[in-house]
Nanobody, 125 residues
Framework: QVQLVESGGGSVQAGGSLRLSCAAS????????MGWFRQAPGKEREGVAS????????YCADSVKGRFTISQDNAKNIVYLQMNSLKPEDTAIYYC??????????????????WGQGTQVTVSS
């Protein structure tokens, strides 16, 4: 049974930082593409960043480039999203997702098969 569990969300003032973690179980971690998505109230879910062992990373939203960093610890089966210089428009529920392999979209939610429950990030001005 695949399970993705996010943690690390919270409330922070603009300019602050948060690090999200996603612990994965039930998968052969190195064979899965891991992604972070977010959904703000009244908006569609959007891709933030994805990573695949040995292949690389993709940042899906121009607004996060240079501020967010996706990384992973293969030994611990954890993927991280380091978020710096946070802005109020980053406020959303952040979801971790996984799909086997690297083929297919790295930024579209429909391309991912497994999802965590989400963690709330709130940035105040």
């Amino acid at each position: 049974q695949v399970q993705l569990v996010e943690s690390g969300g919270g409330s922070v003032q603009a300019g602050g930082s948060l690090r999200l973690s996603c612990a994965a179980s039930g998968i052969t971690y190195s064979r899965y593409r891991m992604g972070w998505f977010r959904q703000a109230p009244g908006k569609e879910r959007e891709g933030v960043a994805s990573i695949y062992t040995g292949v690389g990373t993709t940042y899906c939203a121009d607004s996060v480039k240079g501020r967010f960093t996706i990384s992973q610890d293969n030994a611990k089966n954890i993927v991280y999203l380091q978020m710096n210089s946070l802005k109020p428009e980053d406020t959303a529920i952040y979801y971790c997702a996984a799909v086997m392999g690297y083929a297919g979209s790295w930024c579209e939610s429909g391309a991912f098969d497994y999802w965590g429950q989400g963690t709330q990030v709130t940035v105040s001005s």
